[in-house]
Structure formats: C-alpha cells, structure tokens
C-alpha cells in the first residue's frame, strides 16, 4: 500500500508536498499548480514547499493571518537554496502569483493567487509589484 497523498502531480511536485503537516489533509488549487511548476521549470532549481495547504488549527498554531490563502489550497511558502531570494521575487512576479509575501530575512517567499488586485508585502509594508 503507497503512503498517502503520495501521487505524483508533475515531473516535479508530488501531493503530499503540499499536504497539511498535523493531519495530512489537503487542498490545492490547479492553477497554484500550474504557475509553481512554470517556476520550477523556469529557475531549473528544486523548490522546497515550507508550507502548502493549512487546516484551521494548524493556521492558528502556527500564527497565520485569518483567511490566509493556505486554508484554501491558494498558497505556497517556499525556498530555493543557493539562489538569490530577489531573483526569484523577479521570477515569481513574471509567473503571475497575485499575491507575493518577501520574506528576505527567512529566505522564503510566500505565493499566492488571489483574486483581485496583485501585491507584493514584505512584512506589513506593500512594496509594489
Ligand atoms: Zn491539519
Ligand atoms: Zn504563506
């Protein structure tokens, strides 16, 4: 019998990636999909998923933002090692991620496809797109 969740979705990402760390659970939207994978092509690095789809409690837990796109399955924080974390904003913008959170410091980038207006935060500061 295979693990749960482990179905390979692209040449690159695999569901349980993106799965909820405390009960496994999962959302994810395809179009997230699509623009992450483009991204993974694209930069010809690996991309570590820090964190996919959330459950509330794990939302909570961890200090995420009410109505945080990772309840939804709309969501991505990820790093690339040995790549320069502003490259990849650069990258990550062209991919059309509508909602961008820069997280210099941490190395990690969040990456979100809401609808509506695009933004990029780093911290609670919009920095434009
Ligand atoms: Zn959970
Ligand atoms: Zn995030």
């Not at 659970?25 to 997230?32: A, F, Q, T």
């Not at 996919?52 to 309840?71: D, Q």
């Not at 913008?93 to 990456?111: A, C």
Request: charged share 25%; with cysteine.
């Amino acid at each position: 019998m295979g693990i749960i969740n482990d179905i390979e979705l692209t040449e690159y990402f695999s569901l349980y990636e993106f799965q909820c760390p405390c009960c496994k659970r999962v959302m994810l939207s395809p179009d997230l999909l699509t623009r992450l994978n483009h991204l993974r092509m694209v930069i010809n690095k690996p991309v570590y998923i820090n964190s996919g789809y959330r459950c509330k409690e794990e939302n909570h837990k961890i200090g995420g933002v009410t109505g945080s796109y990772h309840l939804k399955g709309m969501a991505v924080d990820i790093h690339v090692d040995d790549f320069s974390i502003f490259d990849l904003l650069l990258y990550a913008q062209e991919m059309d991620f509508t909602g961008i959170g820069f997280y210099e410091k941490k190395n990690f980038l969040h990456l979100d496809i809401r609808p509506g207006e695009k933004r990029v935060w780093k911290g609670s500061q919009l920095i434009g797109y």
